[in-house]
């Protein structure tokens, strides 16, 4: 399905106690399947309930540049999406794109997989 010019990063964030998220999967995440080389997202997936906001995520991230396109996601989110977990999903897409940038730097193995470890909460 994905070639291998593609690698997995996950973004990994907090979200508020009375989400549904926090309450069935206990942290919100985001994966990422991204090309190695232009950093182009080709598929994101996420920990969420409702299949409308799995489909949307996807449709948003989709097509943008992990790397590169930050404040233009940011944006996205703000202007777009209304869901409790709005905070949580820029926190996981700042973990993931973190993770990303230390896989084109070299990084691998523990560093790059780990995911006892927050870069920020969103509580």
């Given at each position: ?20 998220i ?70 996981a ?25 927050l ?5």
């Amino acid at each position: 399905m994905y070639g291998r010019d593609t690698i997995y990063i996950i973004g990994i964030a907090k979200s508020q106690q009375h989400n549904p998220i926090t309450q069935q999967y206990g942290r919100f995440l985001l994966g990422f399947v991204v090309n190695k080389d232009s950093g182009i997202i080709e598929s994101c997936g996420s920990t969420v309930v409702m299949k409308s906001t799995y489909d949307f995520l996807d449709d948003l991230f989709r097509g943008l540049n992990i790397d590169t396109d930050g404040e233009r996601i940011r944006s996205e989110l703000e202007n777009r999406y209304f869901g409790a977990s709005q905070k949580a999903i820029m926190v996981a897409f700042r973990d993931a794109q973190r993770r990303f940038r230390l896989f084109k730097k070299g990084v691998r193995g523990d560093v790059l997989t780990r995911q006892d470890e927050l870069s920020a909460s969103s509580n």
